[in-house]
C-alpha cells in the first residue's frame, strides 16, 4: 500500500494573481484544500519539498497528511499544474478524505515474469495498451501499483483486467468489459519482413502487368 506522506503547508489569507505571484518568488507553491463538506482552505507549501515528491512519480496516488498550522488533514492530491517551461508545480488541489471513503485513482500497471513468456522469448514485444488502470477503492487501501503477469503468454496473447489479481477493496471502473491491458505483440523484424515481402511482391505484379501490357504493343 502507499505510504502517508507529510507535508507542511501555510494557511494564506490571499488569493488573486498578485499573490500568487509573490508566493512562487518566495518559493512557496499555491494550492487549495476542499471536499467532506467544508469550506475550502487556500495554502501554499515549499516548492522544493513538493517538487521534490512529484518527481517520484506516482504522486497523484498518494495519501498526504497536511500539518496546516499544527493541524493535520488527510487529503489526495487530485491535480497538480505543472509550468510548461520549468517543470516545476505551480499549484496543486488537495481533496480532503474521511475515513472509509472510496475514490477513483489512476494506478500504473506492472508487467511481471517476462523471463516466463514464451511469446517475449520468441522475440515478441510487450504492447501495453493501458500504462494505468483508473480503479475505486478505499482511501486506505490504495494500491501503488497492481501487476500484470505474462507467464505462458505466446505472441498474438492478451493480458486482460480478469487476470490481474487486484487487492482486497480495489476494483476498476470500466466493469461491463474485460477490457485489455496489454498484448504480446510480433517481433518488429517479422513485421518489417513481412511488408518488405508485400512490397516486392506488388512491384513483381507491377513489372509483370508492365511487361503484359509491353506485349500488346
Known sequence: MVDVLDLSANARKHSGRGATRALRRDGRVPAIVYGSGEDPQNVDIDIQVLAREVDKGGFENRLVDLDVGGKKVRVLPRDVQIHPVTDVPIHVDFMRLAAGAEVRVNVRAVFINEEDCPGIKRGGLVNVVRHTIEMVCRVEAIPESVECDLTDLEIGDSVHISAV???EGVRPV??????????IAAPTVVK?????AAAAALAEAESAELEGEEGLE
Do not use: N, V, W, Y
Request: proline content about 6%.
Open 165 to 167: 489479481q487486484l487487492p
Open 174 to 183: 470500466i466493469s461491463d468489459r474485460d477490457f485489455t491491458i496489454a498484448t
Open 192 to 196: 518489417e519482413e513481412a511488408a518488405e
